[in-house]
């Protein structure tokens, strides 16, 4: 390439930043002497093997350093449900009175905090600049626009909790739980209702947000549609949030039958 349009000063710029990224990059290798053990090895069964497709074989070579012995990693749960159905509150109770093994997945949010909420516990909250950063990045296993705020699962944020060892519970609607089965249908999904549509209605009013005739008219309809389609889809167990204590020994008998691999 011909340099010589280049400024001269951009030039020494550009030298010290390169040098600067040498040096850095040596360094972290002669820390890391494992590094080198680890690629000559792969390199040497790939010589070895000479597997058709490359990236497959490093797809399982690799996949070793994820195990380590005994570690049991377990399927989040997706818990989907009309609004005053009880997510919320079932969530919260199922990981205070079980918080050796189910932990909350907490949602990314643009929307600004209300009064009251804190960074980490309810939300993390974040500019919508950094929130759509996250999405070129393909950070979020699935998000929304919701009254134009965006809201998404952070697949990192995720992992950490599968990593260690916890069932994630994650509270996603429908139609993101749909994205979410596409790519996991493995993954457990609960539907969650209140035992009639007049107990979904008394719950939405008593709630301590006042919500209008017009808004809970709006939240009934959607619920409605929600139910209907949780019933089409198929992947979904019924949990009916009646008696709230019941409802939470209900939930533990579930996951008891579906995580027959850990202690209870
Ligand atoms: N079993 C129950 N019996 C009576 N009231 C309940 C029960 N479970 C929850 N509630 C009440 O119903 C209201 C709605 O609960 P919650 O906010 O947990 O619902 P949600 O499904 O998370 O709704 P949203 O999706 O709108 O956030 C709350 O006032 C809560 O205290």
């Known amino acids: 390439m011909d340099n010589q349009g280049f400024d001269s000063e951009l030039r020494t710029y550009y030298n010290d930043v390169k040098t600067q990224i040498k040096n850095e990059h040596s360094e972290y290798i002669k820390k890391h002497p ?16 000479k597997p058709q497709d490359v990236y497959e074989y490093a797809q399982q070579y690799f996949s070793y350093f994820n195990i380590e ?25 199922i990981v205070q009175q079980h918080s050796d093994k189910f932990q909350k997945s907490i949602s990314y949010t643009s929307r600004k905090p209300q009064r009251g909420e804190t960074h980490g516990v309810e939300y ?61 249908p493995e993954w457990n999904y609960l539907f969650l209702n209140a035992p009639s549509l007049e107990e979904l209605e008394k719950r939405m009013k008593a709630r301590g947000s006042q919500l209008t005739e017009l ?3 709006e939240r009934l309809k959607i619920a409605i549609k929600e139910i209907d389609e949780s019933k089409k889809l198929g992947f979904y ?12 020994e209900q939930f533990i008998k ?8 850990i202690k209870w």
């Not at 494992?34 to 093997?49: A, G």
């Not at 167990?237 to 939470?248: G, K, R």
């Not at 579930?254 to 691999?261: A, G, L, R």
């Open 237 to 248: 167990q019924n949990l009916v949030n009646d008696d709230l204590e019941e409802c939470v």
């Open 215 to 217: 808004q809970i008219d």
């Open 124 to 184: 993390y909250f974040v500019s919508r600049e950094e929130f759509e950063k996250e999405i070129a990045k393909n950070s979020f296993l699935e998000f929304c626009v919701y009254q134009g705020e965006y809201y998404g699962t952070h697949k990192g944020k995720l992992e950490s909790i599968i990593q260690s060892c916890k069932i994630a519970i994650l509270e996603i609607d429908v139609q993101g739980a749909k994205k979410v089965h596409k790519e996991h």
């Open 69 to 93: 012995k005994d570690k049991i990693l377990l399927k989040p749960i997706i818990i989907s449900g009309p609004s005053g159905a009880g997510k919320g509150t079932l969530i919260n109770m």
């Open 254 to 261: 579930i996951q008891k039958t579906k995580y027959n691999d």
């Open 34 to 49: 494992e590094l080198r053990e680890i690629l000559n090895d792969f390199l040497s069964t790939v010589m070895l093997e």
